[in-house]
């Protein structure tokens, strides 16, 4: 059973960047689809960026296409989420979560992190 940490939140000005990062402990890395949701307070859990195993393909949420990029490397166990041109309504707990196959549906993942504060002021 994998196991995931997410780190790299904080505090930033609108414009500014952040790169997330989600270490996973466990065997079988490779095999797993990697989520990144995120959730805004009174505001349902969303899909953010998912990655294949293989890194092949990439999804987005329309939100944040062109200013988030999804990458992993599977030598050190890892997917990132870099997010460029922030702004004040991506303000929110990042996830990052494990999977069988790539979807943005949050119940076909079935290992999540803690969580990481993003807040973006404006």
């Known amino acids: 059973q994998v196991q995931l940490a997410e780190s790299g939140g904080g505090l930033v000005q609108a414009g500014g960047s952040l790169r997330l990062s989600c270490a996973a402990s466990g065997r079988r890395f490779t095999t797993y689809a990697m989520g990144w949701f995120r959730q805004a307070p009174g505001k349902e859990r969303e899909f953010v960026s998912a990655?294949?195993?293989?890194?092949?393909?990439?999804m987005y949420a329309d939100s944040v296409k062109g200013r988030y990029t999804i990458s992993r490397d599977n030598a050190k166990g890892t997917v990132f989420l870099q997010m460029n041109s922030l702004k004040p309504e991506d303000t929110a707990v990042y996830y990052c979560a494990a999977g069988l196959l790539i979807q943005s549906g949050a119940s076909g993942y079935h290992t999540w992190g803690q969580g990481t504060q993003v807040t973006v002021s404006s």
């Open positions: 990655i294949t195993g293989s890194g092949g393909r990439i």
